[in-house]
């Protein structure tokens, strides 16, 4: 099938990718023309696992093109993905000036031929009829120009779409994996044609065409409409993030009555009505998703009249927990003016260079303003140089000179290679021995043998 996916960051470039890899015509479309221009000479401009091999792999096979010619692209897909950002105003609300500015887009490109039109992005409940107002309201000035220019009558250009809500549930640093080994697949539309053509679309994931276990039967498909769709992803992402407060929450009891919640993890993770996947305790949730669409949910709701008590206490819990860390550090090295603490990772979740709302951004600002040092490594941030924009931090290029000087390290993101360290050479080379294992990640007996004091979360 014809697709444009329009916005090429961590979901729009891996959606382009991954559906060309499946046999469909995709162009990608991004109006960041330095962007364009690298995944023009075949380079990723994110960290993903996978992403550059198969970006390759697809443009060879010549069934993937980038550009920023909007019109092109949408001339281009029968189907076409909106998956452009939704960052969070001061508010909390969603800011979709950047669907709305793609929306028009569209609708001023139209040409006549039926296209399906996909809110990739994660947008506020009732957006799939705000968008199909804009695409609208996009239309009717183009007409209005071509009727000023003589160049046409008002019957010409026909609103031949339908909108449908695909909310996507890749995880960056497996985004790739994710999308050919889906859980499952929404789509939100009351236009039957429209999703028929999805499924027909990812009708090779379903049947588990590039999937890791072919064997596994057919994905799942929810169809529903467009307000439950766009429901089902915040409820999803909401839901997650509270059930990791949850376990913070139990972590800081488990500190006080010397209970370990690993093991109260495993304990009530074996259940299967609980499961075990988000109840690793640790310095709290962040990235570039669950902040903003809990934030984005509680909105919502307070826009309708209802106080979401329970979504506000998951974030209030998550922000002591990010605090918590600071007194920690406070608890072990009393004084933090003057002293230097080494950080174990930046990045707010392994395999990922994505430093949107990550934990290491509040530590190291409020470091920083009690007078400590602060230094890191982070085996993406160190190694690419995407360090601009991060500051009151230096970053040193392993782990050894992180270590080199400090009174404290603190394990902030859990990435393998961490597991691997020589923590006996970096304890000789700190002023003070001490680690504070913001993921319980380390093993806590090879860390205290290699000479440090060793202090986990809620164990
Ligand atoms: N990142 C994730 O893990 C994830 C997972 C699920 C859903 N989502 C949702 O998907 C959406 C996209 O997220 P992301 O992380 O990929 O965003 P991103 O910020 O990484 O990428 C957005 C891209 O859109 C481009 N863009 C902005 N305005 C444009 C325009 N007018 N025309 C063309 N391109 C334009 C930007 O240049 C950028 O490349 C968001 O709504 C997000 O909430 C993200």
New binding site residues.
């Given amino acids: 099938m014809r697709v444009c996916v ?9 959606t382009g990718v991954c559906l060309s890899h499946i046999g469909h015509e995709v162009i990608c ?4 023309e330095e ?1 364009v221009k690298l995944m023009q000479s075949g380079q990723s ?2 960290y993903e696992p996978g992403l550059s091999e198969l970006m390759k792999s697809s443009a060879e096979s010549g069934r993937l093109h980038f550009t ?1 010619d ?1 019109a092109k692209g949408v001339n281009h897909g029968e189907i076409l993905f909106i ?5 969070p105003l001061p508010t909390g609300e ?1 800011d979709t000036r ?2 709305e ?2 929306a028009r ?1 569209i609708g001023s490109h139209l040409n006549g031929g039926y296209k399906v039109i996909v809110n ?4 506020p409940i009732g957006s799939g009829d705000w968008v199909r107002m804009i695409v609208l309201e996009g239309l009717a000035e183009r007409q209005k120009t071509l009727v000023t220019a003589g160049g046409t009558t008002s019957g010409e250009l026909e609103a031949n779409f339908d909108v449908v809500s695909n ?6 640093g497996s ?1 790739v994996y994710d999308t050919f080994n889906p859980d499952r697949i929404v789509l939100g539309g009351n236009s039957e044609k429209a999703i028929a053509m999805m499924q027909q679309l990812y009708q090779p994931l379903v049947d588990r065409v590039v999937a890791e276990d072919k064997s596994l039967p057919p994905v799942p498909v929810v169809v529903t409409d467009l307000s439950s769709a766009e429901m089902i ?1 915040y409820a999803a992402n909401s839901f997650l993030a509270t059930k990791i407060s949850f376990i913070n929450e139990v972590a800081n009891i488990c500190d006080r009555v010397g209970a370990d919640v690993t093991q109260v993890a495993k304990g009530i993770g074996l259940d299967s009505r609980i499961g075990s996947k988000f109840l690793q305790a640790g310095l709290g949730w962040g ?3 669950f902040p ?2 809990v934030s984005a949910l509680i909105h919502t709701a307070d826009d309708y009249g209802y106080n979401a008590e329970l979504l506000k206490s998951a974030v209030s819990v998550n922000k002591r927990q990010r605090q918590m860390m600071l007194e920690k550090l406070q608890q072990e090295l009393k004084i933090l003016k003057g002293k230097t603490v080494g950080l174990l990772g930046l990045t707010f979740k392994p395999d990922t260079d ?1 430093m ?1 709302d990550a934990p290491a951004l509040d530590l190291i600002e409020q470091l920083n303003r009690l007078g400590a040092k602060v230094k890191a490594y982070d085996p993406i941030v160190s190694q690419s140089g995407l360090s601009h924009g991060l500051s009151g931090v230096i970053i040193e290029t392993d782990a050894e000179m992180l270590a080199d000087g400090c009174d404290a390290l603190v394990l902030v993101t859990d990435w393998k290679e961490f597991l691997k360290l020589d923590y006996g050479k970096m304890a000789k080379l700190m002023t003070n021995k001490t680690l504070i294992d913001g993921r319980n990640f380390l093993d806590r007996k090879a860390v205290e043998e290699a000479g440090f004091r060793y202090v986990g979360i809620g164990r």
């Fill in positions: 329009i916005g090429t960051g961590y979901v729009g470039l891996v479309v991004d109006n960041n962007k401009p994110i920023s909007l998956a452009v950002g939704t960052p969603s950047y669907v500015a793609v887009g990739k992005s994660t947008v909310p996507e549930f890749l995880r960056e985004a992803k990235g570039s998703c903003k669409d994505d949107r």
